[in-house]
């Protein structure tokens, strides 16, 4: 499974990015994918992640109220809607996929990674 991100980019506080992340290869449907984030010298957090379907998703404490994710299993899609941006936002951006119905908020539970878009937000 290759997983492509983009969307990322330089914005203003309180301004809004919309960030997509597209699967291929030997894809599925049954996948649990997350949304992770890392800024310069800290560990990669967790965002926020979707189960299989949809139905179920988990968000950081920073990121409910701002951040939105979905899915379309048709397109292959994981998007991840950020709004109200703060400068501590500010981080690379990876999708991850894992080979279960089930989302988790663990970045060792995730066996496929994206290369990463960059988010900037400036104050």
């Known amino acids: 499974v290759q997983l492509q991100a983009s969307g990322g980019g330089l914005v203003q506080v309180g301004g809004s990015l919309r960030l997509s992340c597209v699967a291929s290869?030997?894809?599925?449907?049954?996948?649990?994918m997350g949304w992770f984030r890392q800024a310069p010298g800290k560990d990669r957090e967790f965002v926020t992640a979707?189960?299989?379907?949809?139905?179920?998703?988990h968000y950081a404490d920073y990121a409910l109220g701002r951040f939105t994710i979905s899915r379309d299993n048709l397109e292959n899609t994981v998007t991840l809607q950020m709004n109200s941006l703060k400068p501590e936002d500010t981080a690379i951006y990876y999708c991850a996929a894992r080979p279960f119905l089930l989302a988790s908020r663990r970045v060792d539970e995730y066996e496929y990674w994206g290369q990463g878009t960059q988010v900037t937000v400036s104050s």
């Open positions: 290869g030997r894809t599925s449907v049954y996948y649990g």
């Open positions: 979707i189960s299989w379907n949809g139905r179920s998703t």
